[in-house]
């Protein structure tokens, strides 16, 4: 009121200042009309889209050519997921052998499958090729081989909901992941995102539905540019199989930070492995892009995903979303420069300074945690106890989750700098106190020094762990050429497989 006040009596002296605010006012009210025009415009834009529809989609329609007679400019940027051209500083839209670059994640995920195999995405183009060709899900050749359940189909493709649909959802995630070859064979389409009668954004994976629901959040209620943010959070989020039914769920009901989901892990009592060298009962991080971006200065802000990776277009008068999502720095003059008037080399400096600083401490950490396990392997090795050994594995298992948490979610140390750091920190933290107190059972065993591998190549670090990788890559080269060929022979026969890209 004060203020109030000594404004009134400002005007008062100084009409000037009055007719100063009204003017400012007056602009700001003509700019929020420009913007209310510039929605209504695009509205229209939109509305007059979907009334020039040459054919009639329906169902969940897993043929992504066919839209695209409706849309083609949104069908002609979708199919460019499958170049290769682009590398930024630390990302690229290639397949990148992550373990060649850092044989010490060989160690970190000894007795996991991520130890034989890991690069790092590509293209919405290659859900299907990637998941295929990895050697994590082995050579299943009958519907009842393992090792991988159907829930690794979940975010690669339309097919998905398609064969839930049809299946119903508990008995997708029941089957093993060979069982589902022949069907889900398109990669990440239309019918992943779209209603195919009104075109809105709609949610297609149950996963993310029911955590909302534990929350008491209705998903149908999110906003437009919510629903920007939440078609990507079907599938760039953290997640497990719960044991037994493998059923795909979020772990959010407490909360979405690094330490919440911790908590609802331990809760459960969930471990996703044994490490093979520390015996430690470990987790696997996915990929919490949503869940680390929602902690964000972008999100804080209500930016959603696609204003970074899908920017609107105008192209002789129609504006559209680009559907080449990949890195917003290929293209910073649609993407950062809409919002900012930085030249395009600071802005990408912006960016690789956030990953550069985050990067010292991972690399550190990497570092200081597989020498943990490799300390704690001796410690076993000389007699150690499980007493004197529980509380260092668990403090291993506490910083390995940390690690990967940052590591997993690719776009993590920019979409939220401070946040991914924090995590880091206490990750390097947890690691050094487990050395600390791994010294201390080591020197009650009489060891003073623990002598490290040679980590210095993949291969090095892949047969110190025990692994026969001229054994595993032929076998699955041999399966990729005689099982997964009839699996797409027959789909092309049902008339299933229908992207060409
Ligand atoms: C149905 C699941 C699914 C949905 C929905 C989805 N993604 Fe992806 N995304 C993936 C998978 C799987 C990969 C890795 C593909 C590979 O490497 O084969 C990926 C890769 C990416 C990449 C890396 C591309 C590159 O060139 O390196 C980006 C960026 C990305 N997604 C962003 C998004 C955004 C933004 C959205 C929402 C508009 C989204 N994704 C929606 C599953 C999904
Ligand atoms: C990974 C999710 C995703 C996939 C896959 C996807 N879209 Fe979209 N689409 C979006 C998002 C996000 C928008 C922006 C919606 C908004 O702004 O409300 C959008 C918008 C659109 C629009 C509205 C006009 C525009 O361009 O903004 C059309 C039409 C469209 N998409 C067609 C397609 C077609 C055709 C395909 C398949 C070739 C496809 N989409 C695949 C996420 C997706
Ligand atoms: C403010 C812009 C912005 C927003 C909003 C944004 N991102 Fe990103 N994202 C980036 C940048 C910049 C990178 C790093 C690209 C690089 O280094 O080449 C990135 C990287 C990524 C990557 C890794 C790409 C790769 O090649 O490995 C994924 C995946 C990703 N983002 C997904 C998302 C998802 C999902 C959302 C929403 C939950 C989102 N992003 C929101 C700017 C953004
Ligand atoms: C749709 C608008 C929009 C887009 C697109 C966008 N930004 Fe931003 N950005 C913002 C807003 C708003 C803020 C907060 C500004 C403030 O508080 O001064 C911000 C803040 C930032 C900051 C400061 C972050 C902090 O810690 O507070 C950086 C760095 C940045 N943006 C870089 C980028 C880069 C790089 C891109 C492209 C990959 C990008 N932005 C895309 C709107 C955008």
Known sequence: MKIMQ???????????IGWSIFAVVMVAVFLLGLLAASITERRAEIATLYSNKK????????????WGINYPREYDTWKKTKEMDFQSKHLGNH??????????????????????????????????????????????????????????????????????????IDKFYKQQWGALGKEIVNPIGCADCHDPKTMALTITRPALIEAFARQGKDITQASPQ?????????????????????????PWDGGMTVEA?????????????THALSRAPMLKAQHPDYELFSVGPHAQRGLS????????????????????VMSPLKNIESTCQTCHRDSEEKLKGYVYEY?????????????????????????????????????????LRQSQWRWDFVVASHGSTFHAPVESQRILA????????????????????????????????????????????????????????????????????????????
Request: proline share 4%; net charge neutral; charged share 30%.
């Open 261 to 273: 989901i911790e908590k609802y892990y331990d809760d459960a009592n969930f471990t996703d492995w």
């Open 426 to 501: 206490h990750g390097l933290d947890k690691a050094m106190q487990a050395q600390l107190e791994l010294q201390k059972v080591l020197f009650n065993y009489g060891v003073k020094d623990v002598s490290m591998p040679d980590l210095s190549t993949k291969a090095k670090a892949q047969q110190y762990i025990g692994l026969d990788m001229a054994k595993l890559n032929k076998e699955k080269k041999e399966w990729l050429n005689t099982t997964v060929p009839k699996w797409l022979e027959q789909a092309k026969k049902d008339g299933k497989l229908t992207t060409k890209l």
């Open 305 to 324: 995903c696609a204003d970074c990776h899908m920017p609107y277009i105008s192209e002789g008068g129609i504006k559209y979303s680009d559907h080449h």
């Open 355 to 395: 990953q550069d600083k985050a990067l010292e401490i991972r690399d550190r950490l990497e570092k200081e945690l597989a020498k943990s396990h490799i300390m704690a392997k001796t410690a076993w090795d000389k007699g150690a106890t499980e007493k004197e050994m529980k509380g260092i594995l668990k403090l």
């Open 226 to 250: 919510e629903m920007r943010t939440l078609a990507c959070a079907q599938c760039h989020v953290e997640y497990h199989f719960t044991k037994g039914e493998n059923y795909l769920t979020f």
């Open 95 to 168: 397949k990148q052998d992550v373990l060649e670059a850092r044989p010490e994640m060989v160690v970190l995920w000894a007795g996991y499958a991520f130890s034989k195999d890991y690069t790092a995405p590509r293209g919405h183009a290659y859900t299907i090729a990637d998941v295929t060709e990895t050697l994590r899900t082995g050579t299943p050749v009958n519907d009842s081989d393992g090792p991988q359940p159907a829930t690794c189909w979940t975010c690669k493709g339309p097919d998905v909901p398609r064969m839930m649909n049809e299946l119903g």
């Open 55 to 66: 054919v009639e989609i329906k169902g969940i329609n897993t043929h992504s050519e066919e």
């Open 6 to 16: 000594k404004l009134s009596q400002a005007i008062k002296n100084r009409p000037i």
